[in-house]
T-cell receptor, first 115, second 113 residues
Framework: AQTVTQSQPEMSVQEAETVTLSCTYD???????LFWYKQPPSRQMILVIRQEAYKQQNATENRFSVNFQKAAKSFSLKISDSQLGDTAMYFCAFVEGGSQGNLIFGKGTKLSVKP | NAGVTQTPKFQVLKTGQSMTLQCAQD?????MSWYRQDPGMGLRLIHY???????DQGEVPNGYNVSRSTTEDFPLRLLSAAPSQTSVYFC????????????FGPGTRLTVT
C-alpha cells in the first residue's frame, strides 16, 4: 500500500527565517504526483505546491520550494522568509499512476511562526 | 463564483440518527470527493466520484453513502451515526482526479454523542 510519512508532528520557526518540512513516500510506480497542502487555523485547505515525478526540476512558488529526491522518495518543503501567515498545518500528499488517481495524505506537520 | 460550498458548518447528532452533509461546486468539475480529518490522522478518503452517476469507495467508506445525480452536487449520507464518525468532513472538487489541484470546501465539524 502506498504511504506518505511526515516525521515532524510539530515545528516552529522565527519570523523571516527558513524552515524545511520533511515528507517521504512509498511507491513502486514511476509516474506520480506530489503535493503540499496548507491548512491555516481557518481550516481551509489550500494547495501550496505541486510536483510531477517525471520532471527533474524542483517546483517553486514564490517563497515556497521543494527538494524532490526521486531515488530517496523524499519530498521536502522549504519556506523562506517565514511570515506569521504561514502558521498552519502542512500536509504532504501523493497520487500515483494516471491523473484519475486519488490523493493519499500524510498526517501533517503543525508549523508555528513566532514573531 | 462560490467555489465549493458545504452545509452545515457544525452538527451534533445522537448515536443512531441519520443525516446528509451537503456539498456543491459551481466550477463544472467532474471529480468530487469526501474526506474525513481526525486529529493525528491527516485526511482520509471516504468516497469519490469521477462524474455524474459514477461513485466509488475510498479508504474509509463504511457507514457512509453517496450519490451523484448532477455534476454540481455530491451529498454524503450518514446512515446511522456512531461516535466513531465524530470528525471534520471536507468535500473537494477538481478538474480531473487527484493529480489536479483540489478545491476544498470549508468543512463540516460533526459530533456524535
Amino acid at each position: 500500500a502506498q504511504t506518505v510519512t511526515q516525521s515532524q508532528p510539530e515545528m516552529s520557526v522565527q519570523e523571516a527565517e527558513t524552515v524545511t518540512l520533511s515528507c517521504t513516500y512509498d511507491t513502486s510506480e514511476s509516474n506520480y504526483y506530489l503535493f503540499w497542502y496548507k491548512q491555516p487555523p481557518s481550516r481551509q485547505m489550500i494547495l501550496v505546491i505541486r510536483q510531477e515525478a517525471y520532471k527533474q526540476q524542483n517546483a517553486t512558488e514564490n517563497r515556497f520550494s521543494v527538494n524532490f529526491q526521486k531515488a530517496a522518495k523524499s519530498f521536502s518543503l522549504k519556506i523562506s522568509d517565514s511570515q506569521l501567515g504561514d502558521t498552519a498545518m502542512y500536509f504532504c500528499a501523493f497520487v500515483e499512476g494516471g491523473s484519475q488517481g486519488n490523493l493519499i495524505f500524510g498526517k501533517g506537520t503543525k508549523l508555528s511562526v513566532k514573531p | 463564483n462560490a467555489g465549493v460550498t458545504q452545509t452545515p458548518k457544525f452538527q451534533v447528532l445522537k448515536t443512531g440518527q441519520s443525516m446528509t452533509l451537503q456539498c456543491a461546486q459551481d466550477m463544472n468539475h467532474e471529480y468530487m470527493s469526501w474526506y474525513r480529518q481526525d486529529p493525528g490522522m491527516g485526511l482520509r478518503l471516504i468516497h469519490y466520484s469521477v462524474g455524474a452517476g459514477i461513485t466509488d469507495q475510498g479508504e474509509v467508506p463504511n457507514g457512509y453513502n453517496v450519490s451523484r445525480s448532477t455534476t454540481e452536487d455530491f451529498p454524503l449520507r450518514l446512515l446511522s451515526a456512531a461516535p466513531s464518525q465524530t470528525s471534520v468532513y471536507f468535500c473537494a472538487s477538481s478538474y480531473g482526479g487527484g493529480a489536479y489541484e483540489q478545491y476544498f470546501g470549508p468543512g463540516t465539524r460533526l459530533t456524535v454523542t
